[in-house]
């Protein structure tokens, strides 16, 4: 089963705000002669890092398939194996360590002795549902 990531409003405001500068700055400077002809290059990072910007956006997914959670944010791209995880933490948000997320009150996915990461189903307690199909010795807490 696969889940897309939630978007909350700041992370939404924050990296579509950086697209739109950057895409404003580019157009109005070609447009107006900011940018000289001999400084085009300039518009390649600043490509580059829209379209990665857009990658995470719309490329952040999670899927529950062959016993393993797969995530997917951008180039971020990882499976964890369902019998690995130990525990489940919703509605928390982790700021530190591996978050392949677009939003807060997600889920801290604990595994293995010590790793964790951090991700923003669109529905908590579906996923939390699926995955419990799957593995039900999982421990849920708050």
Do not use: C, H
């Amino acid at each position: 089963m696969r889940f897309k990531s939630r978007k909350d409003w700041l992370f939404s405001i924050a990296l579509l705000g950086s697209i739109l500068f950057l895409s404003g700055f580019s157009i109005f400077g070609v447009l107006f002669g900011w940018i000289e002809k001999t400084d085009y290059w300039i518009l390649i990072p600043f490509t580059a890092i829209t379209a990665f910007l857009l990658w995470i956006y719309f490329g952040t997914t999670y899927e529950l398939r062959n016993r393993e959670l797969i995530y997917r944010s951008g180039p971020l791209r990882g499976r964890i194996k369902m019998d690995q995880i130990r525990e489940i933490v919703k509605g928390k948000t982790s700021y530190v360590g591996l978050k392949p997320a677009t939003a807060g009150g997600g889920l801290i996915v604990k595994y293995g002795k010590y790793d964790e990461i951090y991700i923003s189903p669109d529905s908590n307690e579906s996923f939390i549902n699926e995955i419990l199909k799957i593995n039900p010795e999982i421990v849920i807490s708050e």
